[in-house]
């Protein structure tokens, strides 16, 4: 990766970011002459994520040798053998729940999961000073000999998530409030925003309908800590075989099979599903061995795919105002992959009836639309090629 020295990315906040150095450099207690920053990629958040170095030589008056454990502000230099002298820097506003993410750290870390060691933080300004995991997504190791064992010890870290009590859990939950806002983003930026139809073309009754069956669904199986966006690209690959787990801070008190979904029909990357019914039921067992509350398997089976379907839904709608409010236009090519998901569980449950009648509205007035859309024209191409 290429390394930008003493610069942070061009970005509209330039005098925050000389704040965000300058707080660095106060950290660290290193004159900001010291600092080599390289912005790295980020997720779908207004977040920004830098590799901090230190650089040292003639020109730099730092008290230390980069053999120490420690810079001159006391923080740690080594971070878990990936990085031993960089770590991870974020800017983060104040919209993206920054007590949240501190909270929810030291929750996992009790738990025995893997997170980012924090070093500091101005929670007021959205700055922080993390342990930096390296660049070894878990998307990028998922070959056919190595799946299978990434994505069950992936399942035994959603295990410890689960076992943590949700009752003594300070998180939000995932209620019929915070669902609805959460599917109203499919009609609002992908059905209008994205694909221009008008708010009378929505089949009232079948919408209400559906959004009625996916709240049952959601609250009526057992409730657990939840990460909430437990996928290939949030999962770090580390020494030892470890898995490391990041941007977690939107955890709730949630449906238990909303995280397998996450991993398991992951909206960057598709398994089959006799795989993805395999690995749940591997999850199943491991709850049942831990003493988690499950129901039976198809019944979690059931629960799992309409879990989905909510999340696919909103994911519809999110990826449609990342392009279009965001301006991430990449984020269209996975829509293809989150519409296949949507469709798969409307066909599979067509025998329920607010299934059948959203799923005939859907394809008789949605797919049309989708059909014209040049993502969609693109992955069909690439089907037939």
Known sequence: MTQSTNVIAPHPGARDDRRFSTWLAGVLAVPPAALALTQIAGDASPRRYFRLSLQLDDTC??????????????????????NQHSWVAVTSPASENNAAFLQVQQMLDSAGCVVPAQYASDLDRGFFLMEDFGDVLLATQLTPDAVDRHYLSALNELGK?????????????????????EL?????????????????????ESWDDLRALLTEVCLSQPQCVVHRDFHSRNIMCLPDDRL???????????????????????????????????WLEAYRQMLLSAGVEVPGESAFIRDFDLVGLQRHLRVLGVFARLFLRDGKPNYLNDLPLVLAYTKEVLALYESEPAIAAFSKWFEGVVMPRIAAQEWHQQA?????A
């Open 380 to 384: 069909a191409k690439k089907l037939g």
């Open 184 to 204: 109203s983003v499919f009609p609002e930026w992908f059905l209008n925003a994205h694909l221009g139809l008008e708010a009378g073309a929505m089949a009232d």
């Open 161 to 181: 998530i689960a076992e943590i009590p949700a009752e003594s859990a300070s998180l939000p939950r995932f209620d019929a409030v915070r669902i609805a806002a």
């Open 61 to 82: 008056d730092i008290p230390f040798q980069i053999a120490s454990t420690q810079a001159p502000g006391g923080v740690p230099m080594m971070s878990s053998t990936v």
């Open 244 to 278: 490391g787990l990041i941007d977690f801070q939107d955890a709730v008190v949630g449906p238990i099979t909303y995280d397998p979904v996450s991993l398991l029909k992951d909206c960057y990357i598709q398994w089959p599903r006799s795989d993805q019914l395999r």
